[in-house]
């Protein structure tokens, strides 16, 4: 029996249901095959939406990562007069997980207490598309350019790092405009629209 710890449960948020699995694979590297395989067996367990994050210590494909911010190295140890810096914890996703939450980010945060980072992962629903009642169009203001906070907000949602295509990381960062811009603008400006909307009509 193989000795890779791992914790996997469904988890519904967000209005749908998906996997968030923990993972911690081997630590021999003659064994690594070990976690990959079982990593794969539960990729093809189930059709939802999963995300795994963790200790990999090793990593197969670099369009199975997902961006991040943060140090880049999640592993540092000291030994003797050196300092061994690697990225052993990550996160992976499945195209499934990726389209239902393009706008997603990992956060690799520093720690006193431990020698691994922690993962703070940040889970950003995609913007529907017009054409179904309920969906969210995502419509840019230009009263939003008056506000230099605008400019950092833009420049927050197309820092995100990833592995994929042009296409692809161009549309996952307009997606994340789409959620950011329009939840600062709430905070920001209240439902200015609406307001607007309801001064037109007492006109």
């Keep these: 029996m193989s000795s890779v710890t791992i914790l996997a449960w469904n988890f519904?948020?967000?209005d749908l249901l998906w996997h968030l699995i923990g993972f911690y694979g081997q630590l021999e590297i003659g064994r690594h095959h070990e976690s990959w395989a079982l990593l794969k067996s539960l990729k093809?367990?189930?059709?939802?939406p999963w995300v795994c994050l963790g200790d990999f210590n090793e990593i197969t494909k670099q369009s199975?990562?997902?961006?991040?911010k943060g140090p880049r190295f999640t592993f540092v140890r000291k030994h003797h007069d050196s300092v061994l810096r690697e990225r052993l914890d990550r996160v992976l996703m499945n195209h499934a997980w990726e389209e239902q939450f393009p706008g997603s980010i990992s956060h690799h945060l520093l720690t006193v207490r431990s020698d691994h980072s922690t993962i703070l992962l940040k889970v950003q629903r995609?913007?529907?598309?017009?054409g179904r009642k309920g969906d969210r169009q995502f419509r840019?203001?230009?009263?939003w350019l008056n506000d230099d906070e605008s400019e950092s907000i833009v420049r927050e949602a197309w820092s995100q790092e990833m592995s994929a295509s042009m296409?692809?990381?161009?549309l996952a960062k307009i997606a994340r405009c789409g959620v950011l811009l329009p939840d600062w603008s709430?905070?920001?400006?209240?439902?200015?629209?609406?307001?607007?909307?309801?001064?037109?009509?007492?006109?």
């Excluded at 840019?140 to 009263?143: A, D, G, L, Q, S």
């Excluded at 296409?167 to 161009?170: E, G, L, S, T």
């Design 140 to 143: 840019f203001e230009n009263y």
């Design 167 to 170: 296409m692809d990381r161009v």
């Design 126 to 130: 995609r913007v529907q598309h017009v």
């Design 12 to 14: 519904r948020g967000l």
């Design 186 to 203: 709430a905070h920001k400006f209240g439902n200015l629209p609406g307001r607007i909307k309801k001064l037109q009509s007492n006109l």
């Design 44 to 48: 093809s367990s189930s059709t939802l």
């Design 64 to 68: 199975e990562k997902m961006g991040y």
